[in-house]
């Protein structure tokens, strides 16, 4: 049996705003390559400021956290900005560009990487197919429906061919269907071998999308259930 | 394929925005600053010209009354040592009696009675022309020996040049007060693009852009909108240089506009530019990359 690479590694991991409130405590948490992992926990259990460490959004205040071999806590603007072009982030709002077409919104990791038009334009095409919105190339997002621009979402964390994917909530606005679909996509990314960390407190979907589920209660964590698919 | 009317447009990096009613305004505002600061030194460009070419033909009239006629000799000879005076020229009452009536529109006036009353007049050609002022001085003392009098609206203009080094020292210090209100006037709409385009900035930095990357747009829309403006500037000048033709023709000024068209315009890039670089000083996203 091969054995899997660590992506994300953190002991004793800790983090205080700078308002004296304490986020996340003594943290111990390996994940490695190619798993699907659920974040879950109750508002302010502390999943998104966890998720946000990951691509350096937030620094720890103490303990380790090293994220595709990068030291998060000591990590300078390059590092950092290294990391960030491995990961993709889906966001509960999903933070799409209003005034801009689908394809610009989807290009745009690739554009900040340094891509031509002529390599962007099959690229973008292909991962809009895999979300099967290849017809709205053209569209601009408010022309589309909720799932839809999560979908285009989606698309723009996996169009630069990330090692993880951050999910934070990424059904949290959607009804139930919308809501499978999207995970679906998701979970059909993570059997081409992309790490999926995703926030959620929609337990029920875990169901029919087994992962690993990592429960954090208060900031600290409280069950792993380090389950395989 | 992509639609004909579709153009992709990518943020960041060497890719400049589309201009918008912000940037048009802005650029006629700094546009019109420019012009007026051009005007100025185009204004000081003529007024230059102007008191120069009235130096190059300098002289001073020396006025001897009747009474004092016998001393006119000893007055040349005072007059014409004093140094910086080139040559001293004795102006007979009738010819100036004959300037006077056809000054006057050739009336019907005696010039036999007028020049009677004329005091003995002598023209005093100066040497240097920056020495101007002192020499009127000494050309003043020898004359008052003698009873004569100076004219003095010939010495006040002599001084036209000193009061023009001061009007340049005023020209520098208002280009540089409207200067920087230009740059901040650029800088406040840039400003206003960048928290309307705050979303665009705050993902590219999600998505690991490089600072340059995210800020150079907005510095290549100053350089833009600060070289439009000086541009435009420039091309609001020639009205003014078409309007005066004539008049600058008659006082012997010819302008040159085209020696203003490289500071407008490298001027107005400047000044874009820095307003840009004020703008992205504090740009701060949430997750901003923070060096621990």
């Known amino acids: 049996m091969s054995e899997r690479k660590t992506i994300i590694e ?3 991991l800790m983090l205080r705003y700078p308002t004296g409130k304490v986020a996340l405590s003594g943290i111990n948490l390996t994940i490695e390559q190619g798993q699907f992992v659920y974040l879950t926990g109750e508002s302010g259990a502390g999943k998104s400021s966890l998720l946000r460490m990951f691509y350096g959004g937030l620094r720890p205040s103490s303990g380790q956290l090293q994220v595709q071999k990068t030291d998060i806590r000591t990590a300078g603007e390059a590092s950092v900005r290294a990391v960030r072009r491995r990961t993709g982030i889906v966001f509960q709002d999903h933070r799409l560009l209003f005034s801009r077409t689908v394809f610009e919104n989807v290009a745009l990791p690739l ?37 839809e621009q999560q979908r285009i979402a989606i698309a723009r964390a996996m169009v630069a061919t990330p090692a993880v994917i951050l999910a934070d909530e990424p059904t949290g606005n959607l009804d ?44 600290a964590l409280v069950e792993d259930s380090h389950a395989t698919r | 394929m992509q639609p004909d009317n579709v153009r992709i447009h990518l943020p960041g990096g060497m890719n400049m925005p589309p201009f918008g009613v912000h940037q048009y305004l802005a650029l006629i505002i700094v546009a019109v600053s420019l012009w007026a600061l051009g005007s100025g030194w185009m204004g000081l460009q003529a007024t230059g010209q102007w008191v120069g070419t009235w130096q190059q033909q300098m002289v ?41 009536r056809q000054w006057l529109g050739n009336s019907a006036l005696d010039v036999q009675t007028l020049s009677e009353r004329l005091p003995e007049t002598l023209l005093v050609r100066l040497l240097d022309d920056e020495a101007g002022q002192f020499v009127a001085d000494d050309i003043r003392e020898v004359a008052e020996r003698r009873h004569a009098l100076i004219n003095e609206d010939e010495v006040a203009l002599l001084g036209m040049r000193e009061v023009l080094d001061k009007v340049e020292v005023l020209a520098w210090f208002v280009s540089t007060l409207l200067a920087l209100a230009m740059a901040l006037i650029v800088s406040n709409t840039l400003r206003m693009i960048l928290l309307a385009r705050a979303n665009e900035v705050h993902l590219m930095r999600l998505l690991g852009a490089k600072e340059w990357f995210v800020r150079m747009p907005f510095v290549l829309e100053g350089v833009t909108l600060g070289a ?65």
């Open chain 1, 10 to 12: 953190m002991q004793q």
């Open chain 1, 111 to 147: 554009r900040v990487q340094g891509w031509n038009n002529e390599r962007l334009i099959p690229r973008v095409r292909k991962v809009l197919e895999f979300v099967r919105l290849d017809d709205r190339l053209w569209s601009y997002p408010e022309a589309l429906s909720g799932g």
């Open chain 1, 176 to 219: 139930e269907d919308t809501a499978r679909h999207v995970l679906d996509l998701l979970m059909e990314l993570n059997k081409m071998g992309t790490t999926v960390i995703m926030a959620t407190h929609d337990l029920h979907l875990l169901n029919s999308h087994p992962g690993r589920v990592v429960q954090l209660h208060a900031g």
């Open chain 2, 60 to 100: 001073l009239h020396v006025y001897l009354p009747q009474e004092h006629k016998k001393e006119l000799k000893a007055l040349q000879e005072g007059l014409q040592a004093v140094d910086g005076v080139g040559q001293v020229e004795y102006m007979a009452r009738e010819d100036s009696a004959k300037w006077m």
């Open chain 2, 228 to 292: 439009g403006a000086g541009l435009l500037a420039w091309l609001l000048l020639w009205p003014w240089v078409w309007g005066s033709s004539e008049w600058l023709e008659g006082s012997m000024v010819e302008l040159h506009v085209g020696i203003l068209f490289l500071p407008l315009l490298i001027g107005g890039a400047l000044l874009g530019c820095v307003g840009a670089l004020i703008a992205t000083a504090r740009l701060v996203s949430p997750d901003s990359v923070v060096e621990s």
